[in-house]
């Protein structure tokens, strides 16, 4: 079965620079979430969108934006990146109307700004 | 708001014993329980969720959770554990049906489960 779809899986960047993460949800899902992982920390949540609206809004920064396209693909942007952005950065998609409350994550984006 | 509380940061446990791994939560408005595995360098797997209906609760990998209302709980047990299982497992909580934080994860700080041989 197709899973959740992030790219890239790692990523390396200067203090400064500007990352792009992608995400492709599970075919028919129509809600995808943003969640950040530190180092030895547990995921926290970010942003997420439901039929391509911002829906909930969680602990992201000022620098990062985040959108869902026609396609239901997300993409989140992070500019100026931080030492303290390096992080594992999740997605995850589910089909609300089925009402399970289940969330199904992809692999995962490392990020490591230098 | 939610939290969850793990109460063990770190569980070491031999094969083929049991194991126990706490998960508190508090809530003021009904909620969906979880429990996911991540092992090392790899994303999050659910294990099991509660939703309604039956409090005890079977998940993959021989797993299983009881939600315990008056306690606020939802630990999560396996009878006999195997190397395989060395992990840390993230219990999660989220608004229940009707809320408006739907799919909302709010994640406890993980416990490492370390099964020795």
């Known amino acids: 079965a197709a899973g959740v779809i992030q790219s890239p899986r790692h990523l390396i960047k200067e203090k400064r620079e500007t990352a792009t993460l992608k995400c492709y949800p599970i075919?028919?899902?129509?809600?995808v979430y943003w969640y950040q992982q530190g180092p030895g920390q547990d995921p926290q949540f970010l942003i997420s969108?439901?039929?391509?609206?911002?829906?909930d809004k969680g602990s992201i920064p000022d620098r990062f934006s985040a959108q869902q396209f026609s396609d239901y693909h997300s993409e989140l942007n992070m500019s100026s990146l931080e030492l303290g952005d390096s992080a594992l950065y999740f997605c995850?998609?589910?089909?609300?109307?089925?009402?399970?409350?289940?969330?199904?994550f992809g692999e995962g984006s490392r990020l490591t700004v230098l | 708001a939610q939290s969850v509380t793990q109460l063990d940061s770190q569980v070491p446990v031999f094969e083929e014993a049991p194991v126990e791994l706490r998960c508190n939560y508090s809530?003021?408005?009904?909620?969906?329980l979880f429990w996911y595995v991540q092992y090392p360098n790899q994303g999050l797997q659910l294990l099991l969720k509660?939703?309604?209906?039956?409090?005890l609760v079977k998940g993959i990998n021989g797993f299983e959770a009881e939600f315990n209302k008056s306690q606020t709980s939802f630990h999560l047990r396996k009878p006999s554990v195997h190397i395989s299982d060395t992990a840390e497992y993230f219990c999660?909580?989220?608004?229940?049906?009707?809320?408006?934080?739907?799919?909302?994860?709010?994640f406890g700080q993980g416990t490492i489960l370390t099964v020795h041989p």
């Open positions: 809530s003021s408005v009904s909620v969906y």
């Open positions: 999660a909580v989220s608004e229940g049906a009707g809320g408006t934080s739907y799919g909302k994860l709010t």
């Open positions: 075919p028919r899902h129509d809600t």
């Open positions: 969108f439901y039929e391509k609206m911002q829906s």
């Open positions: 995850a998609s589910s089909f609300r109307r089925a009402n399970t409350g289940e969330l199904f």
């Open positions: 509660y939703l309604s209906g039956s409090t």
